[in-house]
């Protein structure tokens, strides 16, 4: 019996899928590496949810989360504490605060630290198969990447309470979100360099740089054959312009740990050319649409009322904005600290702007890690 040809263009096409995410995946995984190679041991896992859906009402077959573990679940599972990624970064992202000598001491505590959605390694544009591949994923919220690590605790970890959320960044927003959502999953929240809500001016700035991507002749509506370089480049120094603040650049704090013979020009080429080595595009404009449609107000329940989703948040929250972060102005740390019930603001005297909120340099890892220690020992008192 000769096979209906639809059936043969069927089993083609399924076959062609299950080839493209076995290679999609693969390039992921080599793509992961450790950020430094002092780092703390560490190891990492994927976490599979079937039939998930989005807030957009997209619902993905499989939706992969990628997490890295540091120390050891002990037997009452009640040493946990969850870090949840920030822009476009792997599971190494905390590793300034994993050590002996350092806020988060392994050999006590187990870490959890998440990669969100679009980072290319979690499900992302880049490495889902059709009909969601490339601009066809569905724009997930912070929400979204809240309740598939809620999935990853409770149903893989079998962890129903967290000691603490530490997030930096988009992390921030998640940890944010997390005691608005679960009120009750974990001890205490620390945010640093980050708000509970995308403002206005933050809105504008990430549409430029999606805008800047977008304006490629390369990109075409995201279903580009190539990466759009130049649209990337375009975004990378629109971001390097806010990454920092004025003084740092004015000061030339550039140079610190740099190569004999490095320049200012050197230094902006470096930004504008290898900003996020090997980012897909798509996977970068995803992340930015994530950030930029967060508000803990529109959490089901508050009728987006920030103010009203800020208050409701139970636990103690240590809020550490950089005084001079261009992303997240400490001004609107302030605002939103009015409204939290057990807050202590407590902004970084740093001039590395929003870099400041995940150690870029001695003084900050200092001042960091001093103040989260101090926070969890008293917390837990």
Known sequence: MIPHKNSIRSAVITASIALLTLFLLATATRAQEPSNPKAPRSERHEFIISNFKTESGVTLPQARIVYGTYGHLNAAKDNVILMPSHYMADYHGYEWLI?????????KLFLVTTEMFGSGHSSSPSNTPEPFHGPRFPVTTIRDNVEAVHHL???ELQVTHLRAIIGFSMGAEQ???????YLAFTDRIVAT???AKCYPQGFIRL???INAIALDATFKNGDYTKEPTKGIEAFALIWTAWLYSQEW??????REGAKPGTTFESTLNEYKTNFIPGGDANDIILQMRTWERH???TTPGFNGDTKRALQSIKVPVLYMPSETDLYFPVGDARYESAFIPNVTLKPIPSLWGHTAGAAPNDADSKFLNDAISKFLRESSN
């Not at 050590?99 to 050999?107: I, Q, S, Y």
């Not at 940890?175 to 959502?181: E, I, K, N, R, T």
């Open 99 to 107: 050590g002996e000598k350092l806020a988060l001491d392994p050999d």
């Open 193 to 195: 360099s980050g708000t």
């Open 153 to 155: 605790l409770v149903d």
């Open 295 to 297: 508000d803990v107000g």
């Open 249 to 254: 650049w004015r000061d030339e704090l550039w």
């Open 175 to 181: 940890a944010f979100q997390w005691a608005v959502s």
């Open 207 to 209: 549409e430029s740089q």
